[in-house]
């Protein structure tokens, strides 16, 4: 039996039961007609990732379906994109070319599902109340500065290349999830989806690391695709998976903006869901824990305490969790496995020669390299930058430079202009939803609102947060893209709810 099929049975065995828990819960949310249909697409697409004999049969079959089971129904295209977005493999394949073209690009089922699902999404999308212009405005003056970087110092075919990725991996995300949402009842599905998707690839990582085996290695290799970043990587003897996302730290990513999203759906009325309520948060974290990221743990950590902060009681919830951590930590200290876990959490010790504190001071080593190289480039940054001298110095014993902070690489590559307009991007939508919130703490009927609004806004800065760590691989920047487009959505959606009950009102 090959690889692949044995890890296909080995996967259907382990998510069966969290499966049916999660159809469970998604009764209580109204939702159980939408997950059983998701779970079917869900099923369908894996098992054609493990059974397509290469990638080109697998893109056609997988566009056919989607084509056809989504027509007329925009929503049911978001949902299936963010619940596909972590669920098929990140891995891409060379696009052959002709005559003097070597190769037209490399592409990947992220991809597909990105023309098949949102594509549409843009070009037909509805306009409702405009309340995300500067943004919108924002958003595209970025990405001309980057088309327009990139044909800079390389030749039209390499920039066009380029171009291509980038729309792929930001605008079309971002104006299309922005565009298309126009009701909190469809924003819910659309989160509840993406919950979804992680909640099974944080399952799939934990069996990884307790296997030692990574599951989509066997798949991708039928395909004929490649992963592009990492493979078999450890940390204290245990594997750091990957599940389908082809690296540990995207892993974690996903896992924290899973865990983000799911405050949402916490059962404040119906108290017998909240067991089912923890065993989710409880395979998120095991997600986290799998990936031996720590670069999501901080993220998480940061989620979890913004959105603490922006509710009501938030001290005394800080403060418990604060001796809940302490006392987490203080029983793992009394065995060796949990002091080999604690030497994985950042800042707790200064002794270099744990991972933890080296990891720190290579980053620390990287921001004060990197600002030399930008201080050359401030304002456009320079596409030479690896060549330089200082950056040299950073090479690992891999042989390369591991650029491990998405800001610095903006910077270095597009400067302080382009940093501080990606920057200024996250910060309008920050402040946009930031300042709604004392607007909905006023009326019990947006109560919904604002724990939504709340959680969108905790999960984007651990976002912001958890990319300082890591670089734009896989499929990082098409999920902050489509996150900061979720957020659009509700800022039109919860003005327009406020300003109706502001009319309602006054008719009265």
């Excluded at 089922?109 to 405005?137: A, E, F, Q, T």
């Excluded at 069996?207 to 940390?235: D, M, P």
């Excluded at 501080?420 to 909905?440: D, V």
Aim: hydrophobic letters at 50%; proline letters at 3%; one cysteine or more.
């Amino acid at each position: 039996m090959s690889e692949e099929i044995r890890a296909l049975i080995f996967i259907a065995v382990i998510v069966s039961v969290p499966l049916f828990l999660f159809l469970r819960y998604s009764s209580s949310e109204g939702l159980k007609k939408d997950v059983k249909t998701w779970i079917s697409v869900w099923v369908f697409t894996t098992f054609l990732a493990f059974l397509a004999p290469n990638f080109w049969l697998y893109a056609i079959t997988l566009s056919i379906f989607l084509i056809f089971l989504t027509r007329n129904n925009p929503i049911l295209k978001l949902c299936l994109f963010f619940l596909l977005l972590p669920s098929i493999p990140a891995a891409t394949v060379m696009v052959p070319g002709f005559g003097i073209i070597n190769y037209f690009i490399y592409t990947g089922p992220h991809h597909v599902i990105i023309l098949v699902l949102l594509l549409p999404l843009l070009i037909s999308s509805r306009r409702g109340l405009n309340v995300n212009k500067s943004v919108n405005i924002l958003a595209f003056v970025y990405f001309l500065l980057l088309v327009g970087i990139a044909f800079r110092d390389t030749n039209v075919t390499n920039a066009l290349r380029f171009s291509t990725i980038t729309a792929l991996a930001t605008i079309i995300p971002f104006y299309a999830v922005g565009r298309t949402v126009h009701k909190a009842d469809d924003l819910k599905k659309i989160m509840f989806a993406a919950i979804l998707g992680i909640f099974l690839q944080s399952i799939i990582g934990v069996a990884e690391t307790l296997k030692g085996w990574h599951l989509y290695n066997g798949a991708i290799n039928a395909l004929g695709l490649k992963w592009g970043v990492g493979n078999y990587l450890s940390r204290n003897n245990l594997l750091r998976a990957s599940a389908a996302l082809g690296h540990p730290i995207v892993l974690g990513y996903i896992s924290a903006i899973g865990l983000g999203l799911y405050l949402y759906f916490y059962p404040k009325i119906q108290k017998k869901m909240r067991q089912q309520y923890w065993i989710g948060i409880t395979v998120f974290i095991g997600g986290l824990l799998a990936s031996l990221s720590r670069g999501p743990w901080v993220g998480a950590v940061a989620m979890i305490l913004v959105f603490l902060l922006t509710g009501q009681k938030a001290i005394g919830k800080l403060t418990k969790l604060m001796f809940g951590g302490f006392f987490v930590l203080a029983i793992l200290s009394t065995t060796q496995a949990g002091k080999s876990f604690i030497e994985l959490i950042p800042f707790v010790s200064n002794d270099e020669n744990i991972h933890a504190v080296s990891t720190i001071s290579y980053r620390q080593q990287l921001l004060d390299q990197s600002w030399i190289v930008i201080k050359r480039n401030p304002f456009f940054g320079s596409a030479n930058y690896l060549d330089t001298p200082e950056m040299e110095t950073m090479r690992q014993g891999e042989g390369i430079i591991d650029i491990v902070n998405s800001y610095l690489v903006i910077a270095l590559s597009s400067g302080l202009i382009g940093l501080g307009l990606f920057l200024s991007i996250f910060a309008a939508i920050l402040y946009k939803m930031y300042k709604l919130m004392p607007t909905l703490k006023q009326n019990i009927k947006f109560r919904d609102l604002l724990v939504m609004d709340r959680a969108l806004f905790a999960t984007i800065i651990g976002v912001m947060v958890t990319i300082f760590t890591m670089s734009g691989i896989s499929i990082s920047q098409q999920y902050y893209w489509s996150l900061l487009g979720l957020a659009c959505a509700f800022i039109r959606i919860a003005k327009t709810e406020v300003i109706n009950h502001i009319l309602e009102t006054n008719r009265r």
